[in-house]
């Protein structure tokens, strides 16, 4: 007798191997470390005033922005800023670095725009550079700026400059009925505030005249801002011969010699 055996599809032979044969597969956790060294990014503030102590932030990135946590063979780098500036560390080597960061302190006491450059040692062509730009600090004193000799009756221009702590000059609204001018001497010359416009990027001009030669030293002082400043001593020499002046005593004997004074004199 001949029996017939059906054939079982072969996919069904499959899905009952699957369901009798344990699994011994898990999933388990893939780690993506970061790649080479390729460049820093810089933290640096938008707004820098002279004299401010600051710092800023350098990390070491891959190509993806990925923090650098070991660089594999040590590098050696030169930090350089242009101007006045002052950053420290100078000089770094990677292993300085604390998961990828480093921290600078920074700080220029001149308003000026510069540049941080970033060399890695010996290749001249820094793998960063970044420009910045110090701002002047607050107003903190009037630079009182005048001629060291002047002729009576000729006006003259004292320069009134505002200046921060460090000497930048300080682009602040000052106007001239704000200003009380005073004199030290043995001779006052007059001002022209009628005529004195508003002070231009931080430097005004201040006309005056004087009349008496003799010496003096002109304070200025800003009563809004409560800020000052003096000037050197300016010497007031006589003007031109004007005249003559004719001392001699109001009366005389007769016979008798008596001494007469001529003085030339300018027309003050």
Do not use: C, W
Not at 23 to 45: R, T
Not at 60 to 70: E, G
Request: negative net charge; without cysteine; charged residues 20%.
């Amino acid at each position: 007798m001949t029996v017939k055996v059906k054939k079982i599809p072969v996919v069904i032979q499959l899905l009952a191997l699957l369901i009798i044969i344990p699994s011994f597969a898990y999933s388990g956790e893939i780690k993506v470390s970061h790649g080479n060294f390729d460049h820093f990014n810089i933290y640096m503030p938008e707004t820098i005033t002279a004299g401010e102590n600051l710092t800023f932030k350098l990390q070491a990135v891959d190509s993806l922005n990925n923090s650098i946590l070991n660089f594999g063979e040590p590098k050696k780098f030169t930090v350089s800023v242009t101007g006045s500036a002052t950053v420290t560390p100078s000089s770094f080597d990677s292993p300085s670095l604390v998961d990828g960061l480093l921290t600078f302190s920074f700080n220029d006491k001149t308003a000026e725009n510069g540049t941080l450059s970033i060399t890695e040692s010996g290749n001249p062509i820094p793998i960063l550079t970044k420009e910045f730009s110090v701002l002047p600090g607050q107003l903190d004193s009037l630079s009182v700026q005048s001629p060291s000799t002047v002729v009576a009756g000729e006006s003259f221009d004292v320069k009134v400059i505002e200046k921060d702590l460090f000497g930048n000059i300080v682009p602040e609204p000052i106007y001239a009925n704000n200003l009380n001018i005073s004199f030290k001497g043995n001779t006052e010359p007059k001002a022209n505030l009628i005529s004195m416009a508003g002070f231009k990027n931080g430097v005004g001009i201040v006309n005056f005249i004087a009349e008496k030669a003799g010496t003096v030293v002109i304070e200025i002082k800003d009563m809004a801002l409560g800020r000052s400043g003096i000037s050197e001593k300016i010497n007031i020499l006589n003007g031109p011969l004007h005249s003559f002046k004719l001392l001699q005593p109001k009366e005389v004997l007769t016979g008798e010699l008596f001494d007469f004074s001529v003085i030339p004199v300018d027309r003050f």
